[in-house]
């Protein structure tokens, strides 16, 4: 019959080994923060929209993450979104004057509020894929900017 002493050591490197095995395959998390300026008005809220694959980009609900932040009379407002695992991401950014939860557009599908993509891609007569606005997220702490336009400034 083993003793109680010479099962604890054992079962103590077990579960050294089994955090460490799991630590290795944790994807890392991090803090996105998004500079946002070029606001025109200080009405509503500037929403940021993360997607991580092609077949979700910018539809309503196949988003990875998202946060949004006040817009600021000074025109400029910084969006951050926390624990985000590393990865490939586009982000679709509006300012939201209205706060109705969507980007208003007109009656030929024209946006009327506006808007940015992720790595400055401008977009107005037709939508940017996932590949041109991806970037790779693989910090703890990563600091991106955009410029909101109207579509008339695209």
């Known amino acids: 019959m083993k003793s109680i002493c010479s099962i604890a050591p054992l079962s103590l490197v077990f579960g050294v080994l089994a955090l460490t095995f799991s ?22 809220v500037v ?35 926390h624990n985000v695992p590393f990865g490939t991401y586009a982000a679709a950014i509006y300012q939201d004057e209205n706060q109705n939860g969507v980007i208003d557009q007109n009656m030929v599908k024209i946006p009327t509020e506006p808007y940015a993509f992720s790595n400055g891609v401008y977009a107005k007569w037709s939508l940017p894929s ?16 955009a410029v909101l336009r109207s579509w008339s400034k695209q």
Do not use: C, W
């Open 23 to 44: 630590m290795a395959f944790t994807p890392g998390l991090g803090t996105l923060t998004f500079h946002i300026s070029g606001m025109e008005s200080s009405k509503g």
């Open 130 to 145: 996932f590949k041109e606005v991806a970037f790779e997220f693989e910090q703890p702490n990563v600091r991106l900017e």
């Open 47 to 81: 929403r940021v929209a993360l997607y991580d694959n092609d077949k979700n980009f910018l539809s309503e609900f196949g988003f990875a993450a998202a946060d949004s932040a006040f817009a600021h009379a000074n025109g400029t407002v910084d969006v951050v979104i």
